[in-house]
């Protein structure tokens, strides 16, 4: 009997989310040839002349570069650069696979004599790689349990929050955004992108999307609070790389605490600005509910009581999420000099936190007699690999750039056309760079362009790098304007609830708003946190 009823519940989960499956890292896309294997990249779909395109313009645009005189740069940067300019093109056009073209650049800096493979190919086994091993398995442990599910509909079923068009609004982005704490992006959408169709199935007159335009903003909500969940480290692969690059490249640690600190408030605000676009574009407060809290009290008793899974993942996730911002409170309260943080620094990084987790939640059982654990193998291996070469690569091509001098070069010339001789301006600059770049490109592919650049033109003005990666890391994670951007952005636009000019509209809006909310945000909360 209990394995009808673990059969049933995983039926139940199955059917709220969709065809596709949902993908286990921020910009992960389903293959469409192999199942079960996720690639982090650029939503799909691209055209197959612009990818033939930019698979040619890639090596000739490296081969231009090589014949240019480049006055400056050493050697070894020169071809650096010309690397540089071909994987960018290779993102930009998606000609490859993400991942692959991280893997490219690798082959080309070792083999052209821009680095030895010991350098290139450390950066893919750096501490922070492991650190999104292990909460990518956690994450997975979340979905198969089907714990976020239910952490959805808990919320859900609260009657003030469905009781009009707006507040369902701000309900459906406060579920997305926590979710996408944790999980990636991609698959909160996924989640979510159900639970959506079948609220606005009983909101009547509201939910027709023939009659109303309240259909778009809760599509268009999904996947903007699943994109603004900056909060903490591991939401987005930018926010590590900001880490992992500020530590490596500016000589300065971040911890989790210091992370959380200035960037979920960012996040908080965020979502409210998302939903007064939205609740002003397309809320509707005098449409009625109709059945819709009928709807949710169905999809809750299908949910059943909870499983010894859920219980176990709750767990994990709460003793990890401590042991993860403890060092950094006691750091604050005290100083980073005190036993405790000291002591978690040396034996209990956080990479070795989440390592801890993943293994944890492989050793406590579901069913003892049947040798049946929280999580198996097969499930953890669907972590997205595609999202940790492409990291890797990112960083790897990152240290590259500053330790040649290319960064420090690229950086010459940006301040040259910007202007930017202090802080907050450079700030600026970053995060209109990241906005820019992710609206065409990976956020991860676009961090790791960005934010080493922005930490070399730190450095030479003698300023503080902190703002200026953070707002390149927040910036990168940000794209809203069209379908390509974001695989977020490609479901709800898949929904065919989401016209391409209201997401263009929309999204050119919030990039706007949005860029000025991180500037001003960074320029209060970096100095109270002490990161200037």
């Keep these: 009997m209990a394995a009808v009823a673990r059969a049933r519940g995983r039926a139940d989960r199955d059917r709220l989310r969709p065809d596709a499956g949902a993908p286990g890292a921020h910009d992960a896309v389903q293959h469409p040839g192999a199942p079960g294997l996720v690639t982090e990249g650029r939503a799909g779909g691209e055209e197959p002349r612009p990818r033939l395109l930019g698979l040619c313009l890639g090596p000739l645009l490296f081969a231009a570069l090589l014949l240019t005189p480049l006055p400056g740069l050493s050697s070894r940067a020169h071809v650096l650069a010309g690397i540089f300019a071909w994987a960018v093109v290779y993102w930009m056009t998606a000609a490859l696979p993400l991942a692959v073209t991280a893997l490219l650049a690798s082959v080309l800096a070792i083999a052209l004599g821009v680095a030895p493979a010991r350098t290139v190919l450390a950066p893919y086994a750096d501490p922070v790689i492991f650190l999104f091993i292990g909460s990518f398995v956690i994450a997975a442990a979340m979905r198969s349990s089907g714990l976020d599910t239910r952490f959805a509909f808990a919320l859900l079923r609260r009657d003030w929050a469905t009781r009009t068009p707006r507040r369902l609004l701000l309900t459906v982005g406060t579920i997305t955004c926590a979710l996408s704490l944790w999980v990636s992006n991609t698959a909160t959408t996924a989640i979510m992108l159900p639970v959506g169709r079948g609220l606005l199935r009983g909101f009547g007159p509201a939910g027709d999307g023939a009659q109303s335009r309240f259909p778009i903003g809760l599509m268009l909500m999904l996947t903007w609070s699943s994109s603004v969940a900056v909060g903490i480290p591991v939401g987005s692969p930018p926010n590590l790389i900001a880490i992992e690059m500020v530590r490596e490249l500016g000589g300065r640690r971040l911890t989790f605490f210091d992370w959380v600190a200035v960037a979920m408030p960012l996040t908080v605000l965020m979502l409210l600005l998302s939903w007064v676009i939205l609740g002003w574009r397309y809320g509707e407060p005098a449409a009625r509910a109709g059945d819709v809290r009928a709807w949710i009290a169905a999809e809750r008793a299908r949910l059943g009581p ?181 695989p977020p952005n490609a479901i709800v636009y898949g929904s065919g609830l989401v016209p391409l000019r209201e997401m263009v509209r929309s999204g050119i809006v919030l990039d706007i708003l949005g860029a000025l909310l991180i500037w001003l945000g960074l320029r209060v909360l970096a100095p109270l946190a002490g990161l200037v």
Excluded: K
Excluded at 327 to 342: D, K
Excluded at 396 to 404: F, K, P, R
Excluded at 415 to 430: C, E, F, I, M, P
Excluded at 466 to 471: E, F, H, I, T
């Design 306 to 486: 909870w499983r010894r899974a859920e219980v176990n993942v709750l767990v994990v996730f709460g003793l990890v999420a401590v042991l993860w911002m403890l060092p950094g409170a006691v750091a604050a309260v005290t100083s980073p000099e005190a036993a405790l943080p000291r002591f978690f620094e040396a034996h209990l990084p956080e990479s070795v936190i989440a390592l801890a987790g993943a293994v944890l939640l492989f050793c406590l059982p579901t069913d003892a007699r049947r040798g049946e654990f929280t999580i198996s193998w097969g499930e953890a291996a669907r972590i997205d690999w595609g999202t940790i070469l492409l990291f890797g690569g990112g960083l790897s091509l990152g240290h590259l750039m500053y330790e040649t001098g290319l960064a420090a070069a690229v950086g010459r010339a940006l301040v040259r056309v910007s202007g930017a001789q202090d802080v907050w301006a450079l700030t600026a600059v970053a995060i209109v760079a990241g906005i820019l770049l992710s609206e065409t490109s990976s956020n991860t592919a676009s961090a790791s362009v960005v934010i080493p650049v922005m930490i070399a033109v730190a450095a030479g003005l003698g300023v503080s790098p902190v703002p200026p990666a953070l707002g390149a890391a927040l910036g990168a994670s940000f794209g809203f304007m069209l379908p390509v951007s974001t």
